[in-house]
């Protein structure tokens, strides 16, 4: 019997068919006007996108725009590519404008689709921002559609790491952008350390579209982006409490393998102790308890984390003498990723490698609070709808389901599930043998380089031939995937999510070119092309007889996402395939989510070694379990926002504050504010309100007033003058301290004073703020502590930060001043002196890049004296002045060995 809710959908359609069927009145708009643009000439299709950018310049909405724009867009991408865009592809477009994330399958062609709200977008003239998951993916998409732009007569930029300032502000001030998230994030801090309003690369965020949503805004949103510079070296601590831990034995720490977090027991920290003491780190009359101890049991409980919760090639690879994370959503290097808070040291430790000094951070933000900056978001994926709730909580983003251009014709299998791992293992390369055998191309997908490398020496061993896809082979990536669609290919893979190159059968026909032509770059390109297609054709349906790609997945992954993505490769554009997952009970996430009780059942239905339980009960108790996984995931994430909202709202004044003395051209009525508030804490402090002559402390406001003001005036006599209050000393203070600041600004001249002010104002925010990210991170390690007290951390945290804060702009007002009043203009004596010092520095810089020539025979030469002849020089010691009459020793000049 069918339910209520399915009735309803039978009836009424769900809310994402609803969506879908309202693109459709626009799609045949767009449709109906393709005629006209086609007769446009090249130079028709830039004067289309003028007279478009007029009109949304004028105020019409964008929306209006749509048909016209997403049909000249077409067009143009027809001409420049070859490519003309499905239906499907036109409406992922529009629900991308409209500020959504449009799921498509993997091979429905989500990089042209960003370019219809791209170019729409663009029109505004605020620029796009088109975000990728790496650098490679950055630049060929720029590359490739920026073919499409330029028929359309828009520019195209790309952002990458370690770019020249010149270029990378040319490429923020394109069109359209695209970059990868790192980049963008670590672009947003730099600029709000930057001095001048010039220095600024990026110019606002208008309209950002993300590729690979999932990726970027929920994967990688655990972790924020931190610049750091270093701290002091501590690599002796790190070194000694390595060699500690492996002395340790289970009875001395509890494990939570779902936490991902350990602790140790009340023995731990006695043994430990002892060790400690014996070592000379923690002083003998210390113990671990003390409050002198917290950052040496937060080094040991990172050392302990390093050597049980870290897995080398797995959650890093050790290459050239440093230690490499991997990105365990994606399998690749995070190259110049560190972990924080001494953990990566203790990885170093651990592996013998040299230990980096820890950084302290300078300026941070999360991808969460760094892509809600902008107006406008939107997403592409292969998978986000088990993740819709995130997306819509979070970044207020509506996930829309956009049909395939073709029915998906591939073949899902229930999942198989084995005891052990060792009859899992086996039975993969029994299915593995048997599709290689028929020439059917094989994807197998695994969690870990080391199940990887594991399962390669299998197939070694079975004789079948295979490439493996992995952090270590990172560089040969794209060339990898594009052959794993060949006849008979069989390609191991760690993680397959946002690799960006399509798995084709029969091969990718670009690669297969670009490859052919760099062989032999005498061919003809078109002849080349030509030739290889046909190849491929040919090639391709051997492979769809062969029943498509074969996708093999070795374990489940924590997220039905990562799952999603792997099948999802398999079947693109109506293609034949099938997909298989093979479990053990050994499996991590089987272990960790109760294997117990499925063994059981196993064990008592008599199941014979190599026999597995297909059913779907099991698929289903699974997806719970990931599910689980994923509501825990959310959690952390969204504790982490809330925690980083409360720094966001502090990082929003700052830089705000940064970026209003940057364009203000006079600071001169800040800098008294400030200097006027200091008097006026200065004077409540030691002249209370309401309080009687003898309980004032005259003698400490004049103090300091000298120190802080670099003033010297009579306080004490003012104060002791008939009908004097706090009100009269606050005036006259102020006036004598801007008479003494008036006086500044004439000897070093108006516009000097201004500039001092803004450097002096700038490079005082950025240190008080440096200083309380350390602050606040200090307090968000301990604060978690004070739910054992029965308070919510999360409060206390917003109040301390908050009085922090405050505390840390009543210190920046205080230094301010105080670096004011301390500069003066140099006497003319100082400046003789410096500029003496400085001249001598560059003549013995000239001389030692110039030595002056020696002249061969000199007129103090001894007489008879002739260079060609040794008979002539007569006996010289080594130390003597050389007969040639040089002047210089004889060992130096043509005594020279």
């Known amino acids: 019997m069918l339910g209520i809710g399915t009735i309803a959908k039978k009836v009424f359609g769900t809310p994402n068919d609803r969506k879908v069927k309202a693109t459709r009145p626009l799609i045949a708009k767009i449709n109906a006007l393709e005629p006209e643009f086609e007769a446009l000439s090249d130079d028709g299709l830039k004067d289309r996108t003028e007279a478009l950018a007029k009109r949304a310049m004028e105020g019409e909405s964008l929306d209006a725009l749509i048909p016209e724009a997403f049909a000249n867009c077409r067009e143009a991408a027809k001409r420049a590519l070859g490519l003309r865009a499905f239906d499907t592809q036109l409406m992922g477009?529009?629900?991308?404008?409209?500020?959504?994330?449009?799921?498509?399958?993997?091979?429905?062609?989500?990089?042209?689709?960003?370019?219809?709200?791209?170019?729409?977008?663009?029109?505004?003239?605020?620029?796009?921002?088109?975000?990728?998951?790496?650098?490679?993916?950055?630049?060929?998409?720029?590359?490739?559609?920026?073919?499409?732009?330029?028929?359309?007569?828009?520019?195209?930029?790309?952002?990458?790491?370690?770019?020249?300032?010149?270029?990378?502000?040319?490429?923020?001030?394109?069109?359209?952008?695209?970059?990868?998230?790192?980049?963008?994030?670590?672009?947003?801090?730099?600029?709000?350390?930057?001095?001048?309003?010039?220095?600024?690369?990026?110019?606002?965020?208008?309209?950002?579209?993300?590729?690979?949503?999932?990726?970027?805004?929920?994967?990688?949103a655990r972790t924020p982006l931190v610049i750091s510079?270093?701290?002091?070296?501590?690599?002796?601590?790190?070194?000694?409490?390595?060699?500690?831990?492996?002395?340790?034995?289970?009875?001395?720490?509890?494990?939570?393998?779902?936490?991902?977090?350990?602790?140790f027991t009340d023995a731990g920290n006695e043994f430990l102790e002892a060790k400690l003491h014996e070592a000379g780190i923690l002083p003998e009359d210390q113990s671990l308890y003390d409050p002198e101890s917290t950052t040496i049991v937060h080094h040991i409980n990172q050392g302990l984390r390093a050597h049980t919760m870290f897995q080398k090639d797995k959650d890093y690879i050790v290459r050239d003498g440093?230690?490499?994370?991997?990105?365990?959503?994606?399998?690749?290097?995070?190259?110049?990723?560190?972990?924080?808070?001494?953990?990566?040291?203790?990885?170093?430790?651990?592996?013998?490698?040299?230990?980096?000094?820890?950084?302290?951070?300078?300026?941070?933000?999360?991808f969460q609070n760094y892509f809600r900056l902008y107006d406008k978001l939107a997403g592409m994926t292969g998978t986000a709808l088990t993740e819709a709730e995130e997306f819509a909580e979070i970044y207020g983003l509506g996930v829309v389901e956009v049909p395939t251009n073709q029915p998906v014709a591939r073949k899902d299998n229930h999942d198989a599930v084995y005891r052990t791992a060792e009859e899992k293992f086996g039975a993969i390369v029994k299915s593995i043998a048997q599709a290689h055998e028929k020439n059917q191309p094989v994807l197998v997908g695994t969690t870990s380089i080391e199940k990887s490398e594991f399962l390669s020496d299998l197939l070694k061993e079975a004789g079948i031939p295979h490439n493996v896809l992995n952090a270590r082979q990172h560089e040969q990536e794209a060339q990898i995937v594009a052959d794993a669609g060949k006849l008979g290919a069989v390609t191991i893979a760690t993680n397959m999510a946002g690799r960006g190159t399509d798995i084709q059968l029969g091969g990718n026909v670009e690669m297969r070119v670009l490859q052919a032509l760099t062989e032999n770059p005498e061919a003809d390109p078109e002849e080349t092309r030509t030739r290889i297609e046909a190849e491929v054709a040919e090639e391709k349906e051997k492979v769809k007889e062969a029943g498509g790609l074969f996708v093999l997945a070795t374990e489940r992954h924590e997220s039905r996402r990562i799952d999603n993505q792997l099948r999802g490769r398999s079947g693109r554009q109506?293609?034949?395939?099938?997909?298989?997952?093979?479990?053990?009970?050994?499996?991590?996430?089987?272990?960790?989510?109760?294997?117990?009780?499925?063994?059981?059942?196993?064990s008592s239905l008599g199941m014979k070694e190599g026999e597995a339980i297909i059913h779907p009960w099991v698929n289903k108790s699974l997806e719970k379990a990931q599910a689980k996984v994923e509501g825990r995931n959310f959690d952390i994430r969204k504790q982490l926002l809330k925690f980083d909202d409360v720094m966001?709202?502090?990082?929003?004044?700052?830089?705000?504050?940064?970026?209003?003395?940057?364009?203000?051209?006079?600071?001169?009525?800040?800098?008294?504010?400030?200097?006027?508030?200091?008097?006026?804490?200065?004077?409540?402090?030691?002249?209370?309100?309401?309080s009687y002559a003898d309980q004032w402390d005259?003698?400490?406001?004049?103090?300091?007033?000298?120190?802080?003001?670099?003033?010297?005036?009579?306080?004490?006599?003012?104060?002791?003058?008939?009908?004097?209050?706090?009100?009269?000393?606050?005036?006259?203070?102020e006036k004598a301290t801007d008479a003494y600041m008036q006086e500044k600004s004439e000897a070093f001249g108006l516009d000097t004073m201004r500039n001092i002010e803004k450097q002096v104002l700038l490079q005082t925010i950025d240190t008080k703020w440096r200083e309380?990210?350390?602050?606040?991170?200090?307090?968000?390690?301990?604060?978690?502590?004070?739910?054992?007290?029965?308070?919510?951390?999360?409060?206390?945290?917003?109040?301390?930060?908050?009085?922090?804060?405050?505390?840390?702009?009543?210190?920046?007002?205080?230094?301010?001043?105080?670096?004011?009043?301390?500069?003066?203009?140099?006497?003319?004596?100082?400046?003789?002196?410096?500029?003496?010092?400085?001249?001598?520095?560059?003549?013995?810089?000239?001389?030692?890049a110039n030595p002056a020539p020696v002249a061969e025979v000199s007129e103090g030469a001894i007489e008879g004296f002739d260079e060609n002849d040794r008979t002539t020089w007569g006996n010289p010691g080594r130390n003597d002045p050389c007969p040639c009459g040089s002047g210089k020793k004889f060992k130096h000049c043509h005594g020279k060995v």
């Open 93 to 220: 477009g529009i629900f991308l404008h409209q500020g959504n994330i449009a799921e498509m399958k993997t091979g429905e062609g989500k990089t042209l689709v960003a370019t219809f709200p791209a170019y729409l977008n663009a029109l505004t003239g605020k620029g796009v921002h088109i975000v990728t998951v790496n650098d490679y993916l950055a630049k060929r998409d720029a590359e490739w559609m920026g073919k499409v732009y330029a028929a359309l007569g828009l520019t195209t930029g790309v952002i990458y790491p370690d770019m020249p300032d010149e270029e990378k502000a040319a490429a923020y001030a394109a069109d359209i952008t695209y970059a990868t998230n790192n980049e963008l994030g670590f672009d947003y801090l730099r600029d709000n350390m930057k001095a001048e309003l010039s220095q600024i690369a990026q110019r606002g965020h208008n309209f950002a579209i993300v590729d690979e949503v999932d990726s970027i805004l929920v994967d990688e």
């Open 322 to 366: 440093k230690v490499m994370l991997i990105d365990e959503f994606t399998g690749r290097m995070m190259t110049g990723r560190r972990l924080s808070e001494g953990l990566h040291q203790a990885l170093e430790a651990k592996e013998g490698v040299d230990i980096l000094p820890e950084n302290v951070t300078l300026a941070s933000v999360t």
């Open 648 to 690: 966001n709202e502090q990082r929003k004044v700052i830089f705000s504050q940064r970026r209003e003395i940057m364009e203000a051209e006079d600071l001169h009525e800040i800098a008294q504010d400030m200097r006027h508030q200091v008097i006026d804490d200065l004077v409540t402090h030691y002249m209370p309100p309401k």
């Open 772 to 848: 309380h990210l350390v602050t606040l991170e200090h307090l968000r390690s301990v604060v978690g502590f004070r739910g054992y007290a029965q308070r919510d951390p999360l409060n206390e945290y917003k109040t301390e930060s908050f009085q922090l804060f405050e505390s840390m702009l009543n210190s920046l007002r205080e230094d301010v001043t105080q670096k004011l009043s301390q500069i003066r203009p140099m006497t003319q004596e100082e400046q003789d002196a410096m500029m003496a010092q400085m001249r001598a520095q560059q003549e013995q810089l000239a001389a030692a």
């Open 698 to 733: 005259t003698d400490g406001l004049h103090t300091e007033v000298r120190e802080k003001l670099g003033i010297d005036v009579p306080v004490k006599d003012w104060a002791d003058e008939e009908g004097v209050d706090d009100e009269d000393v606050r005036e006259r203070l």
């Open 574 to 602: 109506g293609d034949p395939g099938k997909s298989s997952f093979y479990l053990s009970l050994e499996d991590d996430l089987m272990r960790i989510f109760g294997s117990d009780r499925l063994d059981k059942v196993l």
């Open 229 to 263: 510079g270093p701290a002091e070296d501590r690599s002796e601590m790190y070194i000694t409490i390595n060699a500690v831990i492996p002395d340790l034995t289970e009875e001395h720490y509890t494990m939570d393998e779902k936490a991902r977090n350990v602790t």
